[in-house]
């Protein structure tokens, strides 16, 4: 009897102890490596959505799965030249298990050439470029944002429902501006409509004044225009103060606007843009969101922090669902792949080239709000066609 | 092109270009006359604006902004000349160059930790905040004609100073021949602290008043400031006349580029500066 207690003691002992060493691996924290954008002309997008990641992660307790997380950040300075290196030493030196950036599309293609020879999971918060999960698609990168053509494409049958047929269409000259009026242009034309001009400025001028002067000869039915930041406060109120907005409507990519409303004051009013997010939407994921939100870091959400805390949603609900045990990576990327959110955005699934599934609205500027008019297009998925994975 | 649209663009240029000169005619000045090339030129255009911007928040009016902030201007050009280019007059020219670079990176970072990282605007001022119609469905803000108005009032000023005064007299003296002037018993030394001040002052109301037709972003100088260099480089270094030239050349040059040759717009001003420099090689004016 006696022996039989030993033996079984030393057996639950060993067994213990086994149990625990398998544990080992995945004991420690979570690490988070985030390569975004903290100094330069995207430093609030950068803070916005680590904000956002950061609520979504204390909501749970600070803890992913059972697991402590901890945090890696490095400033990517959005210099693209810096990118494959600034990856390369969060997954080799600092060995974190997931990267989580970046903002600038120019870096994004720097981060999914090392995503590639190193395997490490990468979730994109904000990067618009099509080819991320396009051509360059891989089993191992994710988008929680939107692509260039998704935020468009619905904007040009919102366009020619409203009696538009002729339009002049105006960005920078890049590849993000001219891939944002391209998915525009598709739906247009595919209705009907016509663009009888397209404009392009020198990349990053303010200084609108001459199109502004060009667009009013030419006299379109409206103008569709993606700019962003201080660009998109500036086109606006040149293009209010020109007196153009009465007479030519001004549709837009939701980044017009975005994260501007103050700046851009009674010059926006009116505005109509699509984008994947408005932060009046009404539903109870948003209104607790926005809630928590303002009362984290006092100021209202916006896109990039929504962007930010599905990423953090997104980690919560895979490594539940996985007990936090992220040591099969082929497992891990298939449970990331079936994660469903109820964001506050709206539901958001993620398509077989691992973009998100999500509908995008239609929104107007009244009172200094993006006010959610309709849907511009439910559940709404990237055509990846080229994506092989 | 039918006749008003050739004359609303004909005033977008105008009122680009004297924008520019007010700009470089501060940069022009302490290059020509201190030999400094001031790559922070820029930045001091950025703080402006966001100065105004801050002043105008806080004290609810946009002229009392301009009048606090252009004190704050003058001293902060005082400060620097003083503190960090004293020590580096002697020197090699590559002294200056990475001195006023890193200058740009600080004014830049200072910016951000007190102002952030997002895009702010300052309101349309009163009693400028109106219209005209200029065509049938085109508009022009009040407030850019009384921009151009102002910065050829400025303009005026500045060539009468260089022109007609005997502190002008000095400082186109001092331009040709440093020596000379120190030779004859002047001061150079109060002359360039004068000078850089007055350059930075310039520059800086260029971006309290450009604030409400603008939208207010870090790093909103860096590019101005390449545009600047060519129009000094154009109108000929040290040459106020040359800036006012040089400036009006590369205003209308962008304005009308872009809408005649757009796929050449962002080059234009660059074949311009290449065609002057071939044709005389020290600008326009020098």
Wanted: glycine residues 10%; negative net charge; contains cysteine.
């Amino acid at each position: 009897m006696k022996t039989l207690k030993k033996t079984s003691l030393a057996a639950l002992i060993s067994v213990s102890a086994l149990m625990s060493a398998s544990v080992m691996a995945n004991d420690g924290p979570v690490k988070l490596g985030l390569m975004l954008p903290y100094s330069g002309t995207y430093t609030a997008l950068g803070e916005a959505i680590t904000n956002g990641l950061k609520l979504a992660i204390e909501q749970e307790g600070g803890q992913l799965g059972g697991r402590e997380v901890a945090y890696v950040q490095l400033d990517s300075e959005a210099d693209p030249s810096k990118a494959p290196q600034n990856m390369s030493r969060l997954v080799n030196r600092d060995e974190v298990d997931f990267v989580i950036g970046p903002v600038h599309s120019g870096v994004a293609m720097g981060m999914l050439r090392v995503a590639q020879q190193t395997g490490a999971i990468m979730i994109i918060p904000n990067a618009g470029l099509g080819a991320a999960t396009n051509e360059l698609c891989m089993p191992n990168v994710f988008r929680t944002s939107f692509s260039m053509w998704q935020d468009s494409y619905p904007m040009g049958k919102v366009a020619y429902d409203q009696g538009h047929r002729e339009i002049v269409t105006i960005t920078w000259d890049y590849a993000g501006g001219k891939e944002d009026l391209a998915g525009f242009e598709e739906a247009f034309t595919a209705e009907g409509g016509e663009i009888v001009e397209q404009i392009l400025v020198p990349f990053p001028s303010t200084e609108f004044q001459s199109y502004l002067t060009q667009i009013a000869s030419i006299a379109p039915d409206a103008v569709y225009t993606f700019f962003a930041g201080g660009g998109g406060v500036g086109f606006v109120r040149d293009y209010a103060s020109a007196g153009l907005k009465e007479s030519i409507p001004l549709l837009g990519s939701g980044f017009l606007t975005e994260g501007n409303l103050v700046a851009l004051g009674d010059a926006g009013e009116g505005v109509l843009t699509t984008l994947h997010y408005a932060e009046t939407l009404e539903n109870e994921q948003n209104q607790a969101f926005v809630a928590a939100y303002e009362s984290a870091y006092g100021e209202m959400p916006d896109t990039y922090a929504v962007q930010g805390y599905d990423t953090g949603m997104m980690l919560v609900q895979a490594l539940s669902v996985l007990g936090g045990d992220i040591s099969d990576q082929e497992r891990l990327i298939d449970v990331l792949a079936n994660v469903q959110l109820a964001s506050p955005r709206g539901p958001l699934r993620f398509s077989d080239s691992h973009h998100p599934i999500q509908n995008v609205y239609l929104r107007e500027i009244r009172d200094g709000k993006h006010e959610v008019v309709s849907i511009a297009a439910e559940n709404l998925e990237v055509p990846d066609e080229a994506c092989r994975m | 092109m039918d006749l008003a649209f050739f004359s609303v663009q004909l005033l977008n240029g105008l009122q680009y270009g004297l924008l520019l000169f007010l700009i470089a005619s501060g940069l022009t000045l302490i290059f020509g006359i201190m030999g400094i090339i001031n790559l922070a030129h820029g930045a001091m255009y950025m703080i402006g604006a966001y100065l105004v911007y801050d002043l105008t928040m806080r004290l609810g009016n946009f002229w009392l902004a301009i009048v606090v902030a252009i004190p704050i201007a003058i001293a902060l050009g005082l400060i620097i000349e003083r503190l960090f280019l004293d020590t580096l007059y002697k020197r090699d020219h590559l002294y200056q160059v990475l001195l006023t670079f890193g200058m740009i990176l600080v004014l830049n970072e200072v910016q951000r930790i007190i102002w952030g990282g997002n895009v702010h605007s300052v309101p349309v001022p009163a009693p400028f905040d109106s219209s005209i119609q200029l065509t049938s469905n085109l508009r022009y803000s009040v407030y850019r004609l009384f921009v151009m108005g102002v910065c050829l009032a400025l303009a005026g000023v500045i060539y009468w100073i260089i022109r007609h005064t005997r502190l002008g007299i000095i400082i186109r003296a001092g331009a040709v021949n440093r020596d000379m002037v120190e030779g004859l018993g002047i001061n150079v030394r109060t002359l360039f602290t004068l000078i850089f001040s007055a350059g930075v002052a310039l520059t800086a109301f260029a971006g309290m008043i450009a604030a409400p037709l603008t939208s207010i972003t870090p790093g909103m100088g860096d590019s101005i400031l390449i545009t600047c260099f060519v129009v000094v480089v154009i109108g000929g270094i040290g040459s106020i006349k040359g800036a006012f030239w040089g400036a009006i050349i590369i205003g209308m040059a962008t304005t009308f580029g872009s809408v005649l040759i757009p796929s050449l717009a962002s080059m234009v001003i660059y074949l311009i500066m290449a065609a002057v420099l071939l044709v005389k090689p020290r600008g326009l004016f020098a």
